[in-house]
């Protein structure tokens, strides 16, 4: 049967490009099809230092090398959004906004959006103070004074791990009166000596080049206060982009994530996922791992083999 391409990667990532680089140096031929230019959620960092065998660079630099790289292999249609999924004798036929197409197996990339405050400031100061994920930016921060938005457990942990790393002072704020976080973590946090404000909300991130301060209201009294910080940590959580997985009736967990086993398959035959979609830790050099994996593994889905 005619086939567009053998393997569709949708997402244009860290774990996409990945992907379409181990699929056709396999034999397969590939595309990657992104929504908007690819790169992905990585594009916003302004400073990685924890990508292996890469002196620190911006998210811009290590996604045009990846981009660069991957372009030597698979076909890539940009800004090409892909609507719609769906099962065709033992196939998929695939719509997009500019088109349609016949494949035989799929790789989904489709990462994570932060949840945002929509605050003033917030998208202004992004990459100068403003951050969403400590891990990847907790380092810039040593010795400063920081505030972590949140009241769950994501936001206990990333208190906790600024503090290990060295920040000067953790500030968490959640606009409630208590915490939704598990006691436990709330206890560590307080052992850790991290400061947690209760009934305050973040009105505004203040700064010029770089963030200054914020503004918090009393959620009781309604009292406005200004706190001078240096960085301001958004954890109320992650939405995954599973409108494709649920589509294709891929089995998904609690919290939205595509659920894969170790060679990164879904429950659909023929549907793989990798990166950020599938929760843990989401991180680049573990998206490129699990691209890498997905991209092998489809060869069985398309009736090849491979020496894994």
């Not at 992104?34 to 890469?54: H, K, M, W």
């Amino acid at each position: 049967m005619f086939m567009d391409y053998e393997l569709a990667i949708i997402g244009g990532g860290p774990a996409g490009y990945t992907a379409g680089i181990y699929a056709v140096r396999a034999g397969i031929k590939t595309a990657i099809f992104d929504r908007g230019g690819g790169g992905g959620r990585a594009v916003l960092s302004p400073r990685i230092e924890n990508y292996t065998g890469f002196e620190p660079l911006t998210g811009m630099d290590l996604m045009e090398k990846m981009k660069s790289h991957a372009g030597k292999y698979a076909k890539f249609h940009f800004y090409e959004e892909v609507k719609k999924i769906s099962p065709s004798d033992n196939k998929f036929d695939i719509e997009t906004t500019k088109g349609k197409y016949k494949v035989g197996a799929i790789v989904l990339c489709t990462g994570t959006e932060h949840k945002t405050i929509c605050i003033s400031g917030e998208k202004e100061l992004l990459g100068k103070g403003v951050s969403y994920c400590a891990t990847c930016d907790g380092y810039f921060f040593r010795g400063k004074k920081v505030v972590v938005i949140g009241g769950g457990n994501t936001a206990l942990m990333e208190a906790i791990f600024l503090k290990q790393i060295g920040c000067k002072d953790v500030i968490l704020i959640h606009r409630r009166d208590r915490l939704k976080a598990d006691k436990i973590c709330e206890d560590e946090a307080r052992e850790k000596h991290i400061n947690i404000l209760l009934n305050k909300t973040v009105e505004k991130i203040n700064g010029e080049e770089v963030v200054e301060s914020v503004d918090l209201i009393d959620t009781v009294d309604g009292k406005k206060t200004n706190m001078k910080v240096d960085g301001v940590f958004v954890s109320i959580g992650d939405a995954p982009q599973n409108d494709l997985a649920k589509q294709l009736k891929v089995k998904i967990d609690k919290q939205g994530y595509i659920i894969v086993d170790r060679h990164q398959r879904t429950n659909v035959k023929g549907v793989f996922a990798a990166g950020d979609i599938t929760g843990g830790v989401r991180q680049i050099i573990t998206a490129c791992a699990e691209g890498a994996i997905a991209a092998l593994a489809s060869t069985e889905a398309l009736g090849k083999k491979y020496p894994y």
